[in-house]
T-cell receptor, first 113, second 112 residues
Framework: DQQVKQNSPSLSVQEGRISILNCDYT??????FLWYKKYPAEGPTFLIS?????DKNEDGRFTVFLNKSAKHLSLHIVPSQPGDSAVYFC????????????FGKGTHLIIQP | DTAVSQTPKYLVTQMGNDKSIKCEQN?????MYWYKQDSKKFLKIMFS???????INETVPNRFSPKSPDKAHLNLHINSLELGDSAVYFC???????????FGSGTQLSVL
């Protein structure tokens, strides 16, 4: 029973273009959403987050959009750079994080030179 | 200066053995977690401890026993290892009430 879904296992984008990674969730109790980035043989590192009271959060080249009615969020990276090549995990939490984070399966982003 | 460190990074062992993975965080956080990433790449929570007390215990075989000697350490002991235990195990920490987790670099466990 996947409560957080990332339906694209991989995504290839040309350097300098926009990368859009998508995530859907099913649990309406989730009220906080995060994106993590993971390089091979390393642990996931926090990238950006958004609370359910907002619909957009921006941090430099990274913007996360939340559509609560559709239970959908997306991560935009613009412009994409070679160092952005990694696996991106969408995660969600509810109840102030008391249940930990629920992760999606990840999307492998490949930035083509 | 690593914030969340776990050892060993690689662990290869035979079925039936008992092994431990250690985790330490120097962030001053009061909540620590163990996550498992299986062959299908799902990251699933196994346990969480808050100030040395067990808070979350997902459906994990009781061969897995976490131990928290203090709030900066959360070790994972696994008895009678099975082939299906092969996975990457990640330790993480956070401050209570803040959902942002900091992860260690993972322990690749291979059971032969």
């Amino acid at each position: 029973d996947q409560q957080v879904k990332q339906n694209s296992p991989s995504l290839s984008v040309q350097e300098g273009r926009i990368s859009i990674l998508n995530c859907d969730y099913t649990n309406s109790m989730f009220d906080y959403f995060l994106w993590y980035k993971k390089y091979p043989a390393e642990g996931p590192t926090f990238l950006i987050s958004i609370s359910s009271i907002k619909d957009k959060n921006e941090d430099g080249r990274f913007t996360v959009f939340l559509n609560k009615s559709a239970k959908h969020l997306s991560l935009h990276i613009v412009p994409s750079q070679p160092g952005d090549s990694a696996v991106y995990f969408c995660a969600a939490s509810g109840r102030g994080g008391a249940d930990g984070l629920t992760f999606g399966k990840g999307t492998h982003l490949i930035i083509q030179p | 200066d690593t914030a969340v460190s776990q050892t060993p990074k690689y662990l290869v062992t035979q079925m039936g053995n008992d092994k431990s993975i250690k985790c330490e965080q120097n962030l001053g956080h009061d909540t620590m977690y163990w996550y498992k990433q299986d062959s299908k790449k799902f990251l699933k929570i196994m346990f969480s401890y808050n100030n040395k007390e067990l808070i979350i215990n997902e459906t994990v075989p009781n061969r897995f026993s976490p131990k928290s000697p203090d709030k900066a350490h959360l070790n994972l002991h696994i008895n009678s290892l099975e082939l299906g235990d092969s996975a990457v195990y990640f330790c993480a920490s956070s401050q209570t009430g803040i959902e942002k987790l900091f992860f260690g670099s993972g322990t690749q466990l291979s059971v032969l």
